[in-house]
């Protein structure tokens, strides 16, 4: 990925931009405590969480900010396509002890430590920085300059500007072989960053998602797509490039409501058992994502747009709008 832009985890005078905390408990410890202690009637969090949008100000001039001397403050809009991914990407990292470690040799160690303070410091905006900066392309967001400051716009879509900044974390490579031997590529492999779940064209007998993605994983033979070639494509068993992930986000873009039977919460993903942590919902007549997860067993909503952007939920969530489902590698905890 291009580094043509600035990056708040490759400066020393990151902390500048930090106020230090005397907190005691991480934010996650307190939305832990908000459910534990919850009383009936009052089901939101006591105050808002990574709100949409947000102002991030820079002083002129410092040597962390040199690519934008003149701009004294940047204001961020339709920041809900990495709000709730952030929010996910928060609670996977406190409720697992050794997924920060793994996420860290893909995202960079600093990476991972600064989120993870930002967050528990509530320095909400300087954590959208921090994945602007250093995980987007400047191609993949949209800026102007207003007197004195920067707008940072991110209306588009969750998975261009967050699944797709994860580097290898997700990658996975299959081999293919033709019959032919005269076929002009007749050896191939076929890399993939992400995972792609294509919803089924007829329901099959089993739950729909693992049958997409054993689809997607599983050996197959298949015609030979190549020009002026008749041979048979052999396909192998899809695997990680760096073993399984501690997380996996399937996109669900293409699925429509009825082509879930139901939400599995369970799924077996190349040899390795994965359970539902989380999902982001999509509000086409708002053009606006959400998030829902669950800790302890216990769901909330989390929404950036609303005064109380975190609310402890009844039930588990109806997925009915659903852009994404991610499940974590099931652990001993």
């Known amino acids: 990925m291009e580094r043509d832009f600035c990056s ?24 832990r405590a908000s459910i534990i202690n919850n009383a009936e ?9 990574l709100p949409w949008g947000g102002v991030f100000t820079i002083r002129a001039g410092r040597k962390a900010i040199a690519c934008t001397p003149l701009y004294v403050k940047i204001n961020l809009k339709n920041t809900c396509t990495i ?47 921090l994945w602007i900066w250093d995980r987007m392309s400047k191609r993949q967001y949209r800026s102007e300059v207003h007197h004195t400051a920067l707008e940072i716009d991110l209306f588009g879509n969750e998975h261009e500007n967050f699944t797709k900044n994860l580097e290898n974390l997700m990658s996975s490579v299959q081999e293919s072989w033709c019959s032919n031997w005269s076929c002009p590529n007749r050896f191939q492999e076929h890399l993939h960053k992400t995972i792609s779940v294509n919803p089924p ?17 599983c050996p197959r033979l298949e015609l030979c797509e190549e020009l002026d070639c008749d041979g048979l494509r052999e396909f192998s068993q899809r695997f990680f490039c760096h073993g399984p992930p501690p997380f ?13 039977s139901y939400v ?35 769901w909330m909503h989390y929404d950036g ?25 099931s652990t001993e905890r």
């Open 8 to 31: 708040l985890t490759e400066t020393e005078e990151l902390q500048s931009f930090i106020s230090h905390s005397d907190r005691t408990k991480t934010l996650f410890e307190e939305i």
């Open 41 to 49: 009637g009052e089901r939101s969090f006591w105050r808002p969480v």
């Open 83 to 129: 709000d709730g991914f952030l929010m996910l990407l928060y609670v996977i990292l406190r409720d697992n002890h050794s997924f920060p470690r793994e996420v860290g040799l893909f995202l960079g160690k600093r990476f991972v430590e600064h989120f993870l303070y930002l967050m528990d410091s509530c320095e909400y905006a300087t954590v959208k920085m």
């Open 201 to 217: 064209n007829e329901l099959p007998d089993k739950d729909p998602i693992q049958s997409a993605l054993d689809e997607f994983f």
């Open 248 to 260: 996996v986000i399937l996109n669900m873009q293409m699925w429509q409501s009825e082509d879930l």
């Open 264 to 298: 599995p919460y369970h799924l077996e993903l190349s040899e390795q058992r994965y359970s539902l942590e989380g999902a982001t919902l999509f509000n086409r007549d708002e053009h606006h994502y959400s998030a829902a997860f669950q800790i302890d067993g216990y």
């Open 305 to 329: 747009l609303r005064s109380d952007n975190l609310v402890l939920l009844n039930k588990p969530p109806e997925f009915l709008l659903l852009s994404s489902l991610v499940y974590i590698r």
